[in-house]
T-cell receptor, first 111, second 114 residues
Framework: GENVEQHPSTLSVQEGDSAVIKCTYS??????FPWYKQELGKRPQLIIDIRSNVGEKKDQRIAVTLNKTAKHFSLHITETQPEDSAVYFCAAYSGNTPLVFGKGTRLSVIA | EAQVTQNPRYLITVTGKKLTVTCSQNMNHEYMSWYRQDPGLGLRQIYYSMNVEVTDKGDVPEGYKVSRKEKRNFPLILESPSPNQTSLYFC?????????????FGAGSRLTVL
């Protein structure tokens, strides 16, 4: 089945800097890659997703890139703000099993 | 308001005392799922349901039961809770059974088993 590895597990950046979180997946049939954000004490919520027919997707300050050959995808947050502090989860879906989540990255944006 | 509702939000219980965490969605979603969240382990799937009367085991089903008698409800049952089931539990739903669509999560249920 699918296995998703997420790095780093914790990340601290200065306000205004960029943050990058990387995930690798094992099943080459995976075709859908969402990212969820979980603020402290809250529920996870989808912030951006990408499908395998697209290499990059952007929404304001966040972007996701996908490299199908290398089987990895990344979340990029530019001009980070304190409200970006949260736990971020990547996930992958191959059609063979339900959505599989990475273990999460705790991002701290230091003002 | 479209939402997934879980109850109770917080519960402290003792080993062996059966409990049920309810989950209800008002979006007519086909797919429902239960996850547990533990520090450093991320979101691990317990059980999921593609439709009414169809349930399947996730990655960590031991010690849990579920049922899907109605489309909107997907209760999680702990027949004989143990301390290693102390965790934060999330119910989630999505429109289609395919994993390639948005999951809507409930607010979470924090369970402590003494």
């Amino acid at each position: 089945g699918e296995n998703v590895e997420q790095h780093p597990s914790t990340l601290s950046v200065q306000e205004g800097d960029s943050a990058v979180i990387k995930c690798t997946y094992s099943d080459s049939a995976s075709n859908y890659f969402p990212w969820y954000k979980q603020e402290l004490g809250k529920r996870p919520q989808l912030i951006i997703d990408i499908r395998s027919n697209v290499g990059e997707k952007k929404d304001q300050r966040i972007a996701v890139t996908l490299n199908k050959t290398a089987k990895h995808f990344s979340l990029h947050i530019t001009e980070t703000q304190p409200e970006d502090s949260a736990v971020y989860f990547c996930a992958a879906y191959s059609g063979n099993t339900p959505l599989v989540f990475g273990k999460g990255t705790r991002l701290s944006v230091i003002a | 308001e479209a939402q997934v509702t879980q109850n109770p939000r917080y519960l402290i219980t003792v080993t062996g005392k059966k409990l049920t965490v309810t989950c209800s969605q008002n979006m007519n979603h086909e797919y429902m799922s239960w996850y547990r969240q533990d520090p450093g382990l991320g979101l691990r799937q317990i059980y999921y349901s593609m439709n009414v009367e169809v349930t399947d085991k996730g990655d960590v089903p031991e010690g849990y039961k579920v049922s899907r008698k109605e489309k909107r409800n997907f209760p999680l049952i702990l027949e004989s809770p143990s301390p290693n089931q102390t965790s934060l539990y999330f119910c989630a739903s999505s429109l289609w059974p395919s994993g390639a669509n948005v999951l809507t999560f409930g607010a979470g249920s924090r369970l402590t088993v003494l």
